[in-house]
C-alpha cells in the first residue's frame, strides 16, 4: 500500500467530506441566501438565532421550575437533545443562558452548570456515538473559555479510569444498574441481545452501564463520600437515555424502555433534596409525558427553524449584550 505523498487531500476528495450526502426533496435544492445544497451535511446543524434560543430556554426553565424541577434535570434533557440534535451553536446559547441569567449567579454555580453540560454530553456516549460528542464537547469547552475565571475553575482529573483492584467493583455497579432499569426483565433482555451478537450484552452493560452511566461514586474508592449537585445521578442519567433516543428518532423500543426506567428511579431520590417532589413527579406518567414533550418542543425549534430564523456568523446576538 502506497504512502500518500500530499499533505492536503484533493479538492474532489474534500468536497465529498463536506458537501451533503443527499437533497430533501420537500425543499429547495439550493439555499437562496447561502447557495448551498440543502441535505445530510458534514458540518454541525446550524443553529436558530440567540433570541429564538433564549425563549426556548427560559420557556423550559421557567415550566421546570414550576413543577418543582431544579435545574440540574431540565439542563439534562435539553443538554442530550441538542448534543443528539448536533447543534453545537444551540448548545454554545445553553451554556451562556444558564451561566447569565442571573446578574449575580456566583462561579460555583458557573461551575456547576458547566460540568453538568459537559459530563451529560460524556454519557451521551453510549446513545449517539463518539463523534458528535467530541464535536459537541469541544464546541461547550470554546463557550466555557469565554469566561476565563470559569474555564480555571473546572475540574481537569478523570474520575473514570478503571484499575484492576476495581474492575470486580465496576461489573457490580454495572449490572446494579442494568437490573435497576430493566427489572424484571433484565435477565432476558441479556439473552435477547446475546443472540443478536454474544458480545452486545457484553460491551453494553460492563463498558456502558458501569463506567460510564453509572456515577463513579458506585465504584471508585477515591470519590468523594457525597455526588457533587452536578453529577449525573440515576434519575438524570434517564433523562439524558430518553432525550437521546427521542431525538435522534427511529429507536421506539429503547425510549420505552428508558421511560419504564425513569419510572424506576423513584427510590434514587435523596430525601433531603429540595427539588424531591418535583422530582418524584418526574418519576411518574405525568413527568415522563412532560419529559417527551420538552425534548419535542426542543427538537421542533432547532430543526424546525426557517432559513430566516437560523443565526448568521458575524450577526449580532442578544448574548452578546448580556
Partial sequence: MSKAKSKSLPAGLKSLITGPTFTLLARASVSA?????FGRAAGPAPAPKA???????EKLDKDAAAKGVGWGEWMSLATATLFTLNSSGSLQSLHRYTTSKLPSISLADRVSRACLMREVGLKCIGFIGIPKVINN?????AAVEEDQELAAQLPTEPR?????DIHSRVNDAAYELWDDIYQPHSKKLLGILGKSHPDLPVFIVESEYGPLFQTPSSFHPQSASSDPDWEVN????SLVAIASLRAQGGVGPQVTSHVWGLMKAAPSIAQDDPHKDGLQWLATEQGAEWVLRSVTSICETIEGASEADLHQPGQETRESKL
Fill in 33 to 37: 441566501a447561502t447557495g448551498t445544497r
Fill in 137 to 141: 464537547l469541544a464546541a461547550v469547552r
Fill in 234 to 237: 440515576r434519575l438524570r442519567t
Fill in 160 to 164: 473514570r479510569r478503571i484499575t484492576s
Fill in 51 to 57: 433570541d429564538i434560543l433564549h425563549s426556548l430556554f
